[in-house]
C-alpha cells in the first residue's frame, strides 16, 4: 500500500504515515520499500 492507502485506513494524515515509514527505513537501515520487503520475506538483510 501506498502512504495514502495507509493514512486512510488508519485515520491518519499522509505526512504522518511517510514520517513514521522514513523512522522505520532509518532504524532498519533501509532506504526503500522493496528492501524492506525483501527483508521481510527473508532475502535480504538490514544494512
Do not use: C, D
Not at 10 to 33: A, D, P
Amino acid at each position: 500500500m501506498g502512504n495514502r492507502e495507509i493514512a486512510e485506513r488508519l485515520f491518519l494524515s499522509k505526512r504522518t504515515v511517510g514520517s513514521h515509514r522514513e523512522h522505520i527505513f532509518t532504524k532498519l537501515g533501509f532506504s526503500s520499500r522493496t528492501q524492506l520487503a525483501n527483508w521481510v520475506a527473508g532475502y535480504g538483510e538490514p544494512g
